[in-house]
Nanobody
Framework: QVQLVESGGGLAQAGGSLRLSCAPS????????MGWFRQAPGKEREFVAA???????SRYTDSVKGRFTISRDNRNTVTLQMNSLKPEDTAVYYC???????????????WGKGTLVTVSS
């Protein structure tokens, strides 16, 4: 069974940094667009960032632009570098894979189980 395995969540102070990683369990994702969504307590899951299958194009939601950076390596491990963290970044972060350019949850073919990021003020 193909899986996306996230790691790197945890506790950070406001202004600090965390690095999330998402490793696929198979080589299936070489042609997949990859991304991250997050779900804060009491809120709907929202798009955070995405990167194209070839790593050339990346997109971000406005609230994280300039602070978060998404990247992928030749093993299709996807990394989300999160800097200048804010308490409002607190959420469960989910890795996602899709054959389509990722913007909406409905486009996602595979999900990770999620990793919790908590930012204290």
């Amino acid at each position: 069974q193909v899986q996306l395995v996230e790691s790197g969540g945890g506790l950070a102070q406001a202004g600090g940094s965390l690095r999330l990683s998402c490793a696929p369990s198979a080589r299936t994702f070489s042609n997949y667009h990859m991304g991250w969504f997050r779900q804060a307590p009491g809120k709907e899951r929202e798009f955070v960032a995405a990167i194209s299958w070839n790593g050339i194009t990346s997109r971000y939601t406005d609230s994280v632009k300039g602070r978060f950076t998404i990247s992928r390596d030749n093993r299709n491990t996807v990394t989300l570098q999160m800097n200048s963290l804010k308490p409002e970044d607190t959420a469960v972060y989910y890795c996602a894979a899709s054959r389509m350019v990722i913007t909406y949850q409905s486009q996602v073919d595979y999900w990770g189980k999620g990793t919790l990021v908590t930012v204290s003020s």
